[in-house]
């Protein structure tokens, strides 16, 4: 892994492949680090001649801290988005999307594949919208338009995603906090072994931890609004995969994204819920390679 400066802060990041084949940029989704997107899966893309780069956000894992002097309102904030009211967030999805062109600018590329996971997605489009000619194509997972009639998560899922665990300093704690998370937004139809998901998850707390930017993300994502007039913009050839069985972001919310962006496919995948387990990852790597071997035919 390596670092680069990108927009004031540093953007830890990994390439992986080969230099010279085309380059598909991984975006993680809220408070998820680089490593959450499954080796197999990134090794997959890259056996069917891919160079995959994968990055931690900024205020998640290894990349640069925004830091505050006064902690923000969450609540304030969501009161503030429901009466159409400007909500005050340090940076929103428009300066994450920048941190991305930005990293590709730093590694020398032109043009990339763009592949987002829950806020990630929305970050991938806000990229394919905002960045066409440097956008080869899109494929958001997961994610949301920010339609807030579409968007809203089953209350026992929102429950699991705002609680805290029962002691933040102690990362026994935290794991066992973020296992109970994956429980309830974890796919019911490709479940995830549960010492897998044990050691995946303690491999990320040990790597960082920084609630503070989770909440610091979540704000950006409020502070961005309902983004369906700026999907109208995007050009690029955009896939967009989304669980049927989604708690956290329903599949409403994945079909409202491919309504609102011309030419989308979508693939709903039953069985499917908030994560990547890896039963799943070999039929998401072979459709985001068909994806985008598609777009390199043309």
């Known amino acids: 892994m390596a670092s680069v400066e990108v927009n004031g802060l540093a953007i830890e990041y990994e390439s992986l492949g080969k230099p010279s084949d085309p380059p598909i940029v991984l975006i993680m989704g809220l408070g998820m680090q680089l490593v959450a997107w499954p080796e197999a899966f990134c090794q997959g893309l890259v056996e069917r001649g891919f160079r995959v780069i994968r990055f931690d956000n900024r205020d998640c894992g290894l990349s640069g801290r925004v830091h505050l002097k006064k902690r923000p309102n969450l609540l304030l904030a969501i009161a503030s988005a429901w009466l159409k009211l400007p909500v005050r967030a340090p940076y929103t999805l428009n300066e994450m999307a920048d941190d991305t062109v930005g990293l590709l600018d730093a590694l020398g590329i032109a043009r ?151 030419g989308a496919k979508l693939m709903v995948i039953d069985g499917m819920a908030h994560d990547l387990p890896p039963g799943l990852l070999p039929t998401l790597v072979e459709a985001i390679a068909a994806h985008c071997r598609q777009v390199q035919t043309r």
């Open 112 to 262: 990339a594949h763009i592949v987002g996971a829950s806020m990630g997605g929305m970050i991938a489009q806000v990229v394919a919208a905002r960045f066409p000619h440097r956008t080869l194509s899109l494929t958001s997972i997961m994610s949301s338009s920010g339609n807030p009639k579409v968007s809203r998560s089953r209350p026992r899922a929102m429950r699991a995603l705002l609680s805290k665990p029962s002691d933040p300093n102690d990362p026994e704690q935290v794991v066992e906090h973020l296992i109970r998370l994956f429980g309830v937004i974890g796919s019911p139809g490709y479940p995830t072994d549960q010492g897998e998901l044990r050691r995946r998850i303690g491999r990320g707390v040990r790597r960082a931890y920084h609630p503070a930017g989770v909440l610091q993300q979540l704000l950006a994502i409020i502070a961005s609004g309902d983004r369906r007039s700026l999907l109208a913009k995007i050009t690029a050839p955009t896939l967009v995969i989304h669980g049927a069985d989604d708690p956290l972001v329903p599949v409403a919310a994945g079909r409202d994204t491919a309504h609102h962006i011309k």
